[in-house]
């Protein structure tokens, strides 16, 4: 299936704004496979600059301190109440995850950082 690169800009503004629709600032959440809640970063507001050729990239994520220690295998990009937005797998560089960490084995009061993130509608 082909897009306009208007059709991939729009969709994608469509999405990440919805980031934006409660009061107080989205989340990049990360949790464990059982669902354990390792840490939540908090977006910017909005959440992420206009879509150009279908991409999306995230204003600043604020580094948060670790809640749990834990191996963290998947994220949820979350309105401010909570809800979830989209979310997908977590990996190492070495592998194929829809976010790449540097680590995945997190240590409970450490620092979680996160540089940068986009969303893409192809």
């Not at 690169?5 to 729009?10: D, H």
């Not at 107080?24 to 970063?41: E, I, M, Q, R």
């Not at 994520?61 to 834990?70: F, V």
Request: aromatic fraction near 8%; charge should be negative; proline fraction near 3%.
């Amino acid at each position: 299936m082909f897009k306009s690169t208007e059709a991939k800009n729009v969709a994608c503004n469509a999405i990440v704004e919805l980031l934006d629709t409660t009061s107080g600032p989205g989340w990049l959440s990360l949790y464990t496979s059982n669902d354990t809640k390792v840490a939540s970063l908090a977006l910017d507001n909005p959440a992420f600059l206009s879509a150009v050729d279908g991409t999306a990239v995230a204003r600043t994520i604020t580094d948060a301190t670790a809640l749990i220690s834990g191996t963290v295998s998947y994220f949820e990009m979350q309105t401010g109440d909570g809800s979830m937005v989209w979310g997908g797998s977590v990996s190492l560089p070495t592998f194929t995850g829809d976010m790449i960490l540097n680590t995945v084995n997190i240590t409970e009061d450490t620092t979680v950082s996160v540089s940068s993130a986009t969303y893409v509608v192809p």
